[in-house]
């Protein structure tokens, strides 16, 4: 039962509210380009697997196209607009919100040893950090070697020291170099107006429950925990001061909130077709996922090979603001491979085959190969398409 203030949407408008919001219905702002998706998403996240190229770059493409991969790096690093930190998972943040994550930094340090108890001496934690403030930014390998053994979990005592650092706010990561970590002194990245920030957890939780709104246009109380993972508590207690106001959405079990910009006027613009990484926060909370597009996605790249049923890294194909298929995508030479293919309908034929001809000429691929169909019918009409 809903209050009779309570403002009621249809799940068709909520949808809408949602794809406007995450930036995938209506004009993209490419004067912005990847800096302003990063900003109105407010975190990006990281991944280490690269198949049609890093999340993180399928993330600014999926909104804007067919941006240069050498300016998306450049513009999530360097120039003391950005840092990696723990969001909803590790994120690029802007470096705006670093006074956000304040409640964060003082949360770990608050618990003193991380990561299932490994130990550094206070000698090797200052000896970091005065090596970062005399000699800029470097790497763990710089530092002294990122691992004792071969082993990936045995990390040398450097290696642990730095990321307690960065856990704690005295070392900040700007930068991914061949994909380690290069870390930065924070007061020496952090710019000054923003280093001096030191908001309190409560202030802290209401700036970031009202920017998750914004970024997912209306949530319930679990899509807002889990957007920077932070506990029902926590956003309990920041959302009457979050400037988001309660909604009900036909379909939802639960209550939501939603940013009252985004109910200001009707979604409209034109939308985007293409395919998103799984790690895409339109799609990264896999229960709003299946409650707004009533698709069910996982992530398979962990699961044995014989038990997957869509790929090893199944792309959801977007469309007229609908999740209406799959692309298990793959590179070989200058050919995009589509390993494996599910598609709700003749209807998307087209879609599809203009997300794959435009993921194939981002990667530098001049040919689309499509190896398997769920549905084999539909691949006279694909390789019409597609030709």
Request: glycine fraction near 8%; charged fraction near 25%.
């Amino acid at each position: 039962m809903t209050s009779p203030h309570t403002t009621e949407l249809s799940a068709d408008r909520a949808r809408r509210i949602a794809l406007h919001a995450q930036g995938l219905l209506g004009a993209p702002d490419r004067r912005a380009g990847v800096r302003g998706v990063l900003r109105h998403l407010g975190a990006v996240q990281l991944d280490t697997i690269s198949v049609l190229a890093r999340s993180h770059e399928l993330v600014p493409y999926a909104r804007l196209g067919a941006v240069g991969r050498t300016s998306v790096e450049h513009a999530y690093w360097g120039s003391e607009t950005t840092f990696e930190y723990w969001s909803h998972a590790a994120c690029i943040l802007p470096i705006e919100e670093w006074p956000l994550f304040a409640f964060r930094r003082r949360a770990y340090r608050s618990r003193g040893r991380l990561w299932g108890g490994h130990e550094v001496s206070d000698r090797t934690y200052r000896e970091v950090l005065d090596r970062l403030r005399g000699e800029g930014p470097l790497t763990s390998t710089e530092l002294g070697g990122a691992k004792r053994t071969s082993e990936w979990w045995d990390w040398s005592e450097s290696k642990i020291a730095v990321e307690q650092a960065l856990a704690f706010g005295d070392v900040v990561c700007t930068e991914r170099r061949s994909w380690k970590r290069v870390y930065e002194a924070a007061e020496q990245a952090v710019p000054a107006g923003l280093y001096a920030q030191d908001p309190d957890d409560a202030e802290c939780l209401r700036r970031l429950v009202g920017q998750a709104g914004a970024a997912l246009g209306v949530a319930t109380v679990a899509d807002l925990m889990d957007y920077h993972r932070l506990r029902k508590e926590q956003v309990a207690a920041a959302l009457p001061e979050s400037g988001l106001v309660p909604v009900s959405v036909a379909g939802w079990a639960a209550p939501a909130w939603a940013d009252p910009a985004a109910l200001a006027a009707e979604p409209r613009g034109r939308h985007r077709t293409t395919l998103l990484s799984p790690f895409d926060s339109l799609i990264w909370d896999r229960a709003r996922t299946e409650r707004i597009f009533g698709m069910t996605h996982r992530l398979e790249a962990y699961t044995p090979k014989p038990k997957r049923v869509h790929g090893y890294f199944a792309m959801p194909l977007l469309t007229g603001g609908r999740l209406v298929g799959r692309v298990d995508p793959a590179r070989e030479g200058r050919t995009l491979v589509a390993r494996q293919i599910s598609l709700e309908g003749a209807a998307y034929v087209a879609p599809l085959a203009a997300a794959l001809r435009e993921a194939a000429g981002w990667v530098g691929c001049d040919a689309v190969r499509v190896e398997r169909l769920a549905d084999e019918r539909l691949r006279p009409a694909l390789e019409r398409a597609l030709a």
